[in-house]
């Protein structure tokens, strides 16, 4: 399989971002997004993702951070479904269960094409750090609709907010890297019934 990157660029008049991805990367990083506790989300998807991930981002924080985590989240979809392109011989699908002390979130990913986002996760707080945990649901929504991606989200148990956000953030990373993975059996061929994704 070829090496799979993209860099794409949005700007608005609320936010200039630009998004590079490797998804056969090492779980390579470079934030400066104005938004630390996204940026520590973001380096979960790309370490357990094994994903480079290198994301600039100039927004209007001075109103709040909503149109910054969001249209990261719309730019990062759409950096993803560049570089995957037409989806040949990977697994598409993806899931994964992970832990952090109290805490347990399972990912469910399908590059199916076709957007959807079921979304279950009962913070125990509001914000972590000052960050709106509901900027979550704008992100990846953002993703999803962009990506053109199924994903279910489920935080299953959780009393801190941080341990939430992060087993969710990790197990994204690791859907993606098993959905994305090649599957030497699929031998170049599209992963559907219907011949295209």
Do not use: C, W
């Not at 969001?70 to 730019?75: A, K, P």
């Not at 945990?133 to 999803?144: A, H, K, N, T, Y």
């Not at 994204?172 to 030497?184: I, N, V």
Request: no cysteine; net charge negative; glycine share 10%.
């Amino acid at each position: 399989m070829a090496q799979r990157e993209a860099t794409v660029e949005r700007n608005t008049l609320e936010t200039r971002i630009t998004v590079s991805v490797n998804l056969d990367g090492s779980g390579k990083t470079e934030f400066d997004t104005g938004v630390p506790f996204l940026e520590h989300m973001l380096d979960q998807i790309a370490r357990h993702g094994l994903i480079d991930l290198a994301i600039r981002a100039s927004g209007d924080l001075h109103i709040d951070d909503h149109h910054t985590v969001e249209d990261i989240g719309i730019t990062l979809g759409q950096a993803v479904a560049a570089a995957v392109g037409d989806k040949k011989g990977i697994y598409r699908y993806g899931h994964a269960y992970v832990p952090l002390d109290e805490a347990l979130s399972r990912v469910v990913v399908d590059f199916s094409g076709r957007p959807g986002l079921e979304y279950n996760i009962p913070f125990t707080r509001a914000a972590v750090g000052g960050f709106d945990v509901d900027l979550f649901l704008e992100f990846f929504q953002g993703f999803v609709n962009h990506a053109q991606v199924t994903l279910h989200i489920d935080n299953l148990r959780g009393d801190n907010s941080h341990h939430q956000a992060e087993t969710v953030f990790k197990a994204f990373g690791r859907a993606l890297r098993m959905a994305l993975a090649e599957d030497a059996r699929m031998a170049g061929a599209t992963p559907s019934t219907k011949g295209v994704l």
